[in-house]
């Protein structure tokens, strides 16, 4: 059921890239991005040793890249083994969007988070989902590094 | 709300208006009417009873100042500089001398008169066609004397109204929210004051972050989103009574909302699974009821103002596109079809238009269209603005604009901002702080 949904995203957010033809090929790496998703740690924190707190997502989608997977599943590990703590997953979206549309993105992104660490066994009952949208930036710059730094789900310690 | 009610007491049928001047609206106007604001005059008696009681030394000048300002303002009117007037508001109140109005090139001339009667403050007013030498409109009305700037704003309303035979939108209020503080920790309060900027007043403490404030067209409820405890829920808040209490408590995030036209429902979002969904709730008895079924994001619902259609936001083609359904959620049809992204689709008030905010290229547009997609017309550019509101009347809109604040295109400030729906009159909106998400009361004396 979550995983049919999770396809259905994908699929979606694939006929998206296709119909703009130019959005799924020119996929470089540059500094602390690649493509438009950050790969550096200027902002990252650590929920344990090698356990990062958050992953980050290109313009507009909530698919999970390979390296966020590996961040959650690191964080599913670590949860699984500290099974009293819960989480807030909090989701966020960068300034180039409307208000509203990206507080429905920051969700759709921590819910693909929530999903994600529910496949490698971590209960729905420990994790909660919170929206910032665009409100919450760590970075209030304005460029193409800032907003990528931005689109974030952030798994925080709830207890 | 008492004594905010104003009586009119005495309204004098104008003169047929044949011929008189008119101003037309429906087009950018680059030739604002001359037009002269005298000072109300008063007698040395009330004038010192008005000082007594609102601490103004002359409050008929207070309330020409009001009125000019408004017409200033409008774009549609020049008001002519003071010193020029060569007639005494008294005697110009009586019977105007149309051929030194005319040497200044005013057009319209306004007069007035007001008094101290039994603890109130009466008004007379009278509109003159210079050219034509004739009384266009005379109207007098009492109220109690704190309502001073109102008396202002509706004397605007009514001279608005004769000259261009549209309602004024001077007798209104915004409410908004007020930011403070760096981007990354900014605080947010609900404010509210009167369309120019007066009578500026928290509604919050800004301990939880609020966004979105909308009001009821009928009331003075305003519909927000709040993030109390946390939890982003849409709320409810009566403005006279401070009164607030949540309405979208559903287990998963309520935002976007919106009063349906007669007031009585909240037309929202809401989220749970990373699907967004469009609701309504019957404010009398609780009733929700699911719009739309689609696993896109569909968000910033807005209803035609019969009712009978909503118009939002949806990723359903990949993309934020602008949508219009009927209200029980059947027939959905894409409208926007141009270059970029849409959202934040808002309908006029007058029922032909919907505003919008386009994201094209990095660049922010705020425009408006016909309710099929067609005509579509983008009014000003920028860097970052957004979430359009209409004035009662469907000929303004205001908005937020944030710009950096230094060269290096760092720091930033969020400021409202009106535009004639021409397309001319871009003007900041006076906030004493930082300000965003903007939205027009219905007119406050009807």
Not at chain 1, 116 to 142: A, H, N
Not at chain 2, 183 to 195: E, F, H, N, P, S
Request: net charge positive.
């Amino acid at each position: 059921m979550k995983l049919s949904k999770i396809l259905k995203n994908g699929f979606l957010i694939a006929f998206a890239c296709l119909a703009l033809s130019a959005c799924a090929t020119s996929k470089k790496t540059t500094g602390q991005m690649q493509g438009d998703v950050y790969t550096g740690t200027d902002t990252v924190e650590y929920l344990a040793s090698g356990v990062p707190d958050r992953v980050f997502f290109a313009t507009n989608e909530s698919v999970l890249t390979t390296a966020s997977r590996e961040t959650l599943r690191k964080q599913a590990a670590w949860l699984r083994k500290n099974s009293k703590i819960t989480i807030v997953l909090e989701g966020h979206a960068d300034e180039r969007g409307t208000r509203e549309y990206n507080l429905a993105l920051g969700e759709r992104r921590a819910n693909a988070a929530k999903d994600y660490l529910m496949t490698y066994g971590i209960s729905s009952d420990r994790i909660s989902v919170l929206s910032y949208g665009k409100e919450r930036p760590v970075d209030s710059g304005s460029n193409p590094l800032a907003w990528s730094k931005n689109r974030r789900s952030v798994t925080v310690k709830a207890n | 709300m008492k004594n905010f009610l104003i009586t009119l007491i005495i309204i004098l049928i104008p003169f047929k208006s044949f011929g008189l001047i008119e101003v037309d609206i429906t087009r950018g106007n680059l030739n604002p009417l001359p037009v002269a604001v005298s000072p109300l005059s008063i007698n040395e008696e009330s004038r010192k009873n008005f000082e007594n009681i609102l601490k103004k030394k002359n409050i008929g000048s207070e309330i020409s100042s009001i009125v000019e300002n408004n017409l200033k303002i409008s774009g549609l009117f020049n008001p002519l500089n003071k010193d020029a007037f060569l007639q005494e508001p008294d005697i110009a109140n009586l019977k105007p001398r149309f051929e030194d109005w005319n040497l200044i090139k005013a057009q319209a001339l306004i007069t007035g008169k007001v008094s101290y009667v039994e603890e109130k403050l009466r008004v007379e007013f009278r509109l003159w066609d210079v050219l034509a030498g004739k009384e266009m409109m005379a109207l007098a009305f009492t109220t109690v004397p704190n309502n001073w700037r109102r008396v202002g704003h509706i004397i605007t309303d009514k001279v608005y109204e004769r000259l261009t035979g549209e309602r004024g939108y001077f007798d209104t209020r915004i409410i908004y929210v007020a930011e403070e503080g760096p981007k990354t920790q900014r605080v947010k309060k609900l404010a509210i004051m009167d369309q120019d900027g007066a009578n500026n007043k928290f509604l919050t403490l800004g301990n939880e972050l609020v966004l979105t404030p909308r009001f009821n067209p009928t009331s003075q409820l305003v519909t927000y989103l709040s993030y109390f405890r946390n939890l982003p829920r849409v709320y409810l808040l009566d403005i006279e009574t401070g009164t607030q209490e949540v309405v979208g408590d559903f287990p998963g995030m309520t935002f976007a909302p919106r009063f349906s036209p007669d007031g009585k429902k909240i037309i929202m979002s809401f989220a749970k699974d990373g699907n967004s969904e469009i609701y309504t709730m019957d404010l009398e008895n609780r009733i929700v009821e699911k719009i739309t079924n689609h696993p896109s994001i569909d968000t910033s619902p807005s209803y035609s103002p019969d009712g009978k259609f909503i118009s939002f936001n949806s990723d359903r083609s990949g993309y934020q596109q602008i949508y219009v359904m009927k209200s029980d959620g059947s027939n959905v049809k894409r409208i926007s079809f141009g270059k970029g992204i849409y959202g934040t689709p808002v309908w006029s008030p007058r029922g032909d238009l919907i505003a919008f905010t386009k994201l094209h290229k990095g660049k922010f547009y705020i425009g408006v269209m016909r309710t099929d997609g067609s005509g579509e017309r983008l009014l000003t550019e920028n860097f970052y603005q957004e979430a359009p509101s209409w004035s009662p009347n469907g000929r303004v809109l205001i908005f937020y604009r944030e710009t950096k604040t230094d060269s290096r295109g760092e720091g930033f400030s969020a400021k409202l901002w009106s535009i004639d729906l021409t397309g001319y009159n871009e003007r900041q909106v006076p906030t004493p702080t930082d300000g965003s998400d903007p939205s027009w009361s219905s007119l406050l004396s009807n």
